[in-house]
């Protein structure tokens, strides 16, 4: 998906984003506003994860909710 397509969809977006990683924060959704690279940092970062994983659960996401 185009990033500005996820930018604009992101108000949508956020609350799916909430329930798929409940552990972020409404100020990370905020700070994230629709940026994949921003979103995976977080996932990385709040999980624990390696950069490969977290960008495929982000891509994963975002052609769910195309």
Same mark, same amino acid.
Request: aromatic content about 8%; cysteine-free.
């Given at each position: 998906? #185009? @990033?500005?397509?996820?930018?604009? &969809?992101?108000?949508?977006?956020?609350? &799916? %984003? &909430?329930?798929?990683?409940?552990?972020?924060?409404?100020?990370?959704?905020?700070?994230?506003?629709?940026? %994949?690279?921003?979103?995976?940092?977080?996932?990385?970062?709040?999980?624990? &994860?390696?950069?490969?994983?977290?960008? @495929?659960?982000?891509?994963?996401?975002?052609?769910? #909710?195309?």
């Amino acid at each position: 998906m #185009n @990033q500005d397509i996820m930018a604009g &969809k992101w108000k949508q977006l956020a609350g &799916k %984003a &909430k329930i798929a990683w409940g552990n972020l924060t409404d100020d990370d959704l905020a700070r994230i506003d629709g940026n %994949a690279e921003r979103l995976a940092g977080v996932i990385q970062e709040r999980y624990g &994860k390696t950069r490969e994983q977290a960008e @495929q659960e982000v891509n994963d996401f975002f052609e769910r #909710n195309r």
